[in-house]
């Protein structure tokens, strides 16, 4: 198993009031929240640096965005 290690992170009231919303949605601790939304950002990162374009699709609509990263 992988050492642990303990940080602090300041959030603004909105931030802790999203994590928190997230943490009760999925009922999972915010660390889980924070924990699953670095992995989430690990994978855009490395798609993107491939060239690969992150898109939402309305199944609906079929109606298409693109998100950019910075």
């Known amino acids: 198993?992988?050492?642990k290690r303990t940080?602090?992170?300041n959030l603004?009231?909105?931030e802790m009031?999203?994590?928190?919303?997230l943490s009760v949605r999925k009922d999972i601790t915010k660390t889980a929240v924070l924990r699953?939304?670095?992995?989430?950002?690990?994978?855009?990162e490395a798609?993107?640096?491939?060239g690969d374009k992150?898109?939402?699709e309305n199944d609906a609509?079929?109606?298409k965005a693109e998100l950019m990263f910075l």
């Not at 009031?17 to 919303?21: S, T």
């Not at 939304?37 to 690990?42: F, S, T």
């Not at 798609?47 to 491939?50: F, I, P, Q, S």
């Open 1 to 3: 198993m992988t050492a």
């Open 7 to 9: 940080m602090t992170l």
């Open 12 to 14: 603004t009231d909105a």
């Open 17 to 21: 009031r999203a994590l928190d919303d």
């Open 36 to 44: 699953q939304a670095l992995r989430l950002y690990q994978t855009i």
């Open 47 to 50: 798609r993107v640096e491939k």
């Open 54 to 56: 992150l898109l939402f």
């Open 61 to 63: 609509t079929k109606e």
